[in-house]
Protein backbone atom coordinates (compact mmCIF):
# COMPACT_ATOMS: atom_id res chain seq x y z
CA UNK A 1 0.00 0.00 0.00
CA UNK A 2 1.48 3.24 -1.10
CA UNK A 3 2.01 5.97 1.41
CA UNK A 4 -0.09 9.46 1.01
CA UNK A 5 -0.72 12.61 2.97
CA UNK A 6 -3.93 10.90 3.68
CA UNK A 7 -2.97 7.20 4.49
CA UNK A 8 0.55 6.46 5.96
CA UNK A 9 2.23 3.54 4.88
CA UNK A 10 1.53 0.47 7.24
CA UNK A 11 3.67 -0.02 9.67
CA UNK A 12 2.05 -2.48 12.04
CA UNK A 13 -0.44 -5.18 11.90
CA UNK A 14 -2.23 -6.06 14.80
CA UNK A 15 -3.36 -9.72 14.98
CA UNK A 16 -5.92 -11.54 17.48
CA UNK A 17 -4.98 -14.96 18.83
CA UNK A 18 -7.83 -17.39 18.77
CA UNK A 19 -10.52 -17.31 16.43
CA UNK A 20 -8.15 -14.92 14.21
CA UNK A 21 -4.33 -16.85 13.98
CA UNK A 22 -5.37 -20.18 15.42
CA UNK A 23 -8.42 -22.01 14.82
CA UNK A 24 -10.97 -21.86 17.54
CA UNK A 25 -12.45 -24.98 18.19
CA UNK A 26 -14.60 -24.35 21.17
CA UNK A 27 -11.81 -24.57 23.71
CA UNK A 28 -12.89 -21.11 25.17
CA UNK A 29 -16.06 -21.95 26.03
CA UNK A 30 -15.80 -25.06 27.20
CA UNK A 31 -13.70 -23.79 29.72
CA UNK A 32 -15.94 -21.21 30.59
CA UNK A 33 -18.68 -24.18 30.54
CA UNK A 34 -16.30 -25.66 33.25
CA UNK A 35 -15.92 -22.90 35.15
CA UNK A 36 -19.22 -21.74 35.49
CA UNK A 37 -20.62 -25.03 36.68
CA UNK A 38 -17.82 -25.03 39.48
CA UNK A 39 -20.37 -22.05 40.54
CA UNK A 40 -23.17 -24.78 41.03
CA UNK A 41 -24.90 -23.66 37.55
CA UNK A 42 -25.80 -26.73 36.39
CA UNK A 43 -25.65 -27.09 32.28
CA UNK A 44 -28.59 -28.13 30.94
CA UNK A 45 -30.58 -25.51 33.40
CA UNK A 46 -31.60 -21.74 31.95
CA UNK A 47 -29.11 -20.31 34.46
CA UNK A 48 -26.37 -21.81 32.65
CA UNK A 49 -28.23 -20.70 29.05
CA UNK A 50 -28.19 -16.91 29.99
CA UNK A 51 -24.63 -17.26 31.64
CA UNK A 52 -23.22 -18.99 28.45
CA UNK A 53 -24.84 -16.60 26.20
CA UNK A 54 -23.00 -13.82 28.17
CA UNK A 55 -19.93 -15.77 27.64
CA UNK A 56 -20.17 -15.32 24.08
CA UNK A 57 -21.07 -11.72 23.77
CA UNK A 58 -18.14 -11.11 26.00
CA UNK A 59 -15.64 -13.12 23.65
CA UNK A 60 -12.80 -10.79 23.76
CA UNK A 61 -12.73 -9.50 26.62
CA UNK A 62 -10.65 -10.53 29.90
CA UNK A 63 -11.54 -13.91 31.62
CA UNK A 64 -11.86 -11.99 34.56
CA UNK A 65 -14.01 -9.06 33.32
CA UNK A 66 -16.10 -12.02 31.61
CA UNK A 67 -16.39 -13.68 34.88
CA UNK A 68 -17.14 -11.07 37.36
CA UNK A 69 -20.02 -9.84 34.52
CA UNK A 70 -21.17 -13.29 35.23
CA UNK A 71 -21.35 -13.19 39.04
CA UNK A 72 -21.43 -8.92 39.98
CA UNK A 73 -22.46 -9.65 43.27
CA UNK A 74 -20.02 -11.95 44.56
CA UNK A 75 -16.29 -11.43 44.03
CA UNK A 76 -15.55 -14.61 45.61
CA UNK A 77 -17.56 -16.53 42.97
CA UNK A 78 -15.80 -14.92 40.36
CA UNK A 79 -12.64 -15.35 41.35
CA UNK A 80 -13.31 -18.80 42.33
CA UNK A 81 -14.88 -19.36 38.55
CA UNK A 82 -11.80 -17.72 37.12
CA UNK A 83 -8.97 -19.76 38.68
CA UNK A 84 -11.12 -22.77 37.24
CA UNK A 85 -11.37 -21.19 34.21
CA UNK A 86 -7.48 -21.05 34.22
CA UNK A 87 -7.23 -24.37 35.13
CA UNK A 88 -9.41 -25.95 32.48
CA UNK A 89 -8.10 -24.11 29.73
CA UNK A 90 -4.77 -25.43 30.64
CA UNK A 91 -6.02 -29.23 30.52
CA UNK A 92 -8.06 -28.44 27.28
CA UNK A 93 -4.69 -27.23 26.14
CA UNK A 94 -2.79 -30.21 26.52
CA UNK A 95 -5.12 -32.63 25.58
CA UNK A 96 -6.21 -30.13 22.41
CA UNK A 97 -3.87 -29.95 18.71
CA UNK A 98 -3.45 -26.69 17.93
CA UNK A 99 -3.69 -25.11 14.60
CA UNK A 100 -3.50 -22.25 12.88
CA UNK A 101 -6.27 -20.89 11.03
CA UNK A 102 -5.60 -21.92 7.08
CA UNK A 103 -3.71 -19.26 5.67
CA UNK A 104 -2.33 -17.50 8.60
CA UNK A 105 1.06 -18.34 8.76
CA UNK A 106 1.60 -17.29 4.88
CA UNK A 107 -0.14 -14.04 6.10
CA UNK A 108 1.95 -13.74 8.85
CA UNK A 109 5.33 -13.99 6.93
CA UNK A 110 3.97 -12.32 3.89
CA UNK A 111 3.58 -9.08 6.07
CA UNK A 112 6.82 -9.92 7.61
CA UNK A 113 8.85 -9.91 3.86
CA UNK A 114 6.87 -6.97 2.87
CA UNK A 115 8.50 -4.71 5.84
CA UNK A 116 5.35 -4.46 8.07
CA UNK A 117 5.90 -5.63 11.97
CA UNK A 118 3.49 -7.88 13.46
CA UNK A 119 1.82 -8.08 16.85
CA UNK A 120 -0.09 -10.78 18.78
CA UNK A 121 -2.43 -9.18 21.15
CA UNK A 122 -4.85 -11.25 23.24
CA UNK A 123 -7.10 -10.31 26.46
CA UNK A 124 -5.84 -13.91 27.55
CA UNK A 125 -2.94 -14.49 30.35
CA UNK A 126 0.36 -14.36 28.79
CA UNK A 127 1.29 -18.41 29.81
CA UNK A 128 -1.85 -18.97 27.40
CA UNK A 129 -0.56 -16.76 24.84
CA UNK A 130 2.86 -18.56 24.78
CA UNK A 131 1.57 -21.46 25.03
CA UNK A 132 -0.97 -21.49 22.01
CA UNK A 133 1.78 -19.97 19.85
CA UNK A 134 4.11 -22.64 20.75
CA UNK A 135 1.85 -25.06 20.11
CA UNK A 136 0.88 -23.55 16.16
CA UNK A 137 3.97 -23.08 15.59
CA UNK A 138 3.71 -19.36 15.47
CA UNK A 139 6.01 -17.90 18.38
CA UNK A 140 9.37 -16.98 16.22
CA UNK A 141 6.93 -15.21 13.89
CA UNK A 142 5.29 -12.04 16.08
CA UNK A 143 7.92 -8.72 16.17
CA UNK A 144 5.62 -8.09 19.86
CA UNK A 145 3.02 -10.55 21.86
CA UNK A 146 0.97 -8.95 24.43
CA UNK A 147 -0.96 -10.36 26.79
CA UNK A 148 -3.58 -9.04 29.54
CA UNK A 149 -0.68 -9.00 31.57
CA UNK A 150 0.99 -6.17 30.15
CA UNK A 151 -1.48 -3.66 30.23
CA UNK A 152 -3.84 -2.16 32.54
CA UNK A 153 -6.56 -3.29 30.66
CA UNK A 154 -7.47 -5.54 28.12
CA UNK A 155 -10.30 -5.49 25.07
CA UNK A 156 -12.23 -3.39 24.08
CA UNK A 157 -9.69 -0.98 25.97
CA UNK A 158 -6.87 0.42 23.37
CA UNK A 159 -4.14 -0.39 25.79
CA UNK A 160 -2.90 -3.83 23.92
CA UNK A 161 -3.06 -1.83 20.63
CA UNK A 162 -1.03 1.62 22.00
CA UNK A 163 1.04 -0.39 23.94
CA UNK A 164 1.81 -2.72 20.45
CA UNK A 165 2.16 0.63 18.41
CA UNK A 166 4.72 2.23 21.38
CA UNK A 167 7.27 -0.67 20.73
CA UNK A 168 7.06 -1.19 17.35
CA UNK A 169 8.03 2.73 17.61
CA UNK A 170 5.47 3.62 14.69
CA UNK A 171 4.85 7.17 14.30
CA UNK A 172 1.24 7.18 13.33
CA UNK A 173 -1.28 5.60 14.98
CA UNK A 174 -3.18 5.61 11.27
CA UNK A 175 -0.18 3.06 9.84
CA UNK A 176 -1.78 0.64 12.46
CA UNK A 177 -3.73 -2.26 11.05
CA UNK A 178 -6.06 -4.07 13.49
CA UNK A 179 -6.95 -7.62 12.78
CA UNK A 180 -9.32 -9.46 15.18
CA UNK A 181 -12.97 -12.16 15.26
CA UNK A 182 -14.21 -10.53 18.39
CA UNK A 183 -16.09 -7.52 18.89
CA UNK A 184 -14.29 -6.39 21.56
CA UNK A 185 -11.02 -6.57 19.50
CA UNK A 186 -12.41 -5.00 16.65
CA UNK A 187 -13.65 -1.84 19.19
CA UNK A 188 -10.41 -1.54 20.81
CA UNK A 189 -9.12 -1.74 17.33
CA UNK A 190 -11.19 1.37 16.64
CA UNK A 191 -10.72 3.41 19.69
CA UNK A 192 -6.79 3.25 19.74
CA UNK A 193 -7.58 4.99 16.07
CA UNK A 194 -6.00 2.58 13.82
CA UNK A 195 -5.93 2.94 10.04
CA UNK A 196 -7.80 -0.18 9.31
CA UNK A 197 -9.72 -1.83 11.57
CA UNK A 198 -10.37 -5.37 9.64
CA UNK A 199 -13.22 -8.19 11.49
CA UNK A 200 -12.67 -11.82 10.28
CA UNK A 201 -15.14 -14.30 10.46
CA UNK A 202 -13.25 -17.14 11.66
CA UNK A 203 -14.24 -16.42 15.21
CA UNK A 204 -17.18 -16.25 17.50
CA UNK A 205 -18.82 -13.36 16.31
CA UNK A 206 -20.90 -12.38 13.05
CA UNK A 207 -20.28 -9.82 10.61
CA UNK A 208 -23.25 -7.25 11.84
CA UNK A 209 -21.40 -7.58 15.50
CA UNK A 210 -18.09 -6.74 13.88
CA UNK A 211 -19.29 -4.03 12.01
CA UNK A 212 -21.11 -2.61 15.09
CA UNK A 213 -18.18 -2.55 16.88
CA UNK A 214 -16.36 -0.32 14.44
CA UNK A 215 -14.94 -2.67 11.81
CA UNK A 216 -13.53 -1.04 8.59
CA UNK A 217 -13.94 -3.72 6.86
CA UNK A 218 -14.99 -7.99 7.42
CA UNK A 219 -12.92 -10.46 5.93
CA UNK A 220 -13.56 -14.25 5.75
CA UNK A 221 -10.19 -15.03 7.20
CA UNK A 222 -6.63 -13.11 7.84
CA UNK A 223 -5.63 -14.86 5.10
CA UNK A 224 -7.60 -12.57 2.84
CA UNK A 225 -5.88 -9.55 4.25
CA UNK A 226 -3.19 -8.84 1.66
CA UNK A 227 -6.58 -8.25 -0.83
CA UNK A 228 -7.34 -6.16 1.38
CA UNK A 229 -4.29 -3.79 1.93
CA UNK A 230 -2.93 -4.31 -1.44
CA UNK A 231 -6.32 -3.67 -3.33
CA UNK A 232 -5.65 -6.35 -6.05
CA UNK A 233 -6.53 -10.47 -5.60
CA UNK A 234 -3.27 -11.75 -3.06
CA UNK A 235 -0.56 -13.25 -4.90
CA UNK A 236 1.07 -16.47 -3.12
CA UNK A 237 3.87 -13.82 -1.91
CA UNK A 238 2.85 -10.38 -0.91
CA UNK A 239 5.03 -7.22 -1.89
CA UNK A 240 4.70 -4.09 -0.86
CA UNK A 241 6.64 -1.64 -2.91
CA UNK A 242 10.34 -0.20 -1.37
CA UNK A 243 8.69 3.71 -1.35
CA UNK A 244 5.49 2.24 1.00
CA UNK A 245 7.46 0.63 3.55
CA UNK A 246 7.82 2.58 6.90
CA UNK A 247 10.68 4.55 7.72
CA UNK A 248 11.09 3.47 10.99
CA UNK A 249 11.57 5.58 13.69
CA UNK A 250 14.68 5.89 16.00
CA UNK A 251 13.09 4.32 18.82
CA UNK A 252 12.77 1.28 17.26
CA UNK A 253 14.16 -1.61 19.09
Keep these: MEATSDRPAIALVCCGLIGTLVADDGLLERA ?9 VVSGTSAFARRMSQVHQGRGHAPADVLGGLFPDNEARAQAAELAFNR ?8 SVIRPVPGARPAVENLLSAGCDVAVLTSLPRR ?10 LRKLPAVSLSVDDVARGFPAP ?11 AGDVRQIVVVNSTGAGVEAGRRAGAGVVAGVLTGPHPAARLR ?28 IPPQARLERSPAKR
Design 159 to 169: DLVLTAFLRAG
Design 32 to 40: YAEAIATQG
Design 128 to 137: ILQRVLDAAG
Design 88 to 95: SLADGLAR
Design 212 to 239: RAGATDVLPSIADLAELLLGRSAPATVS
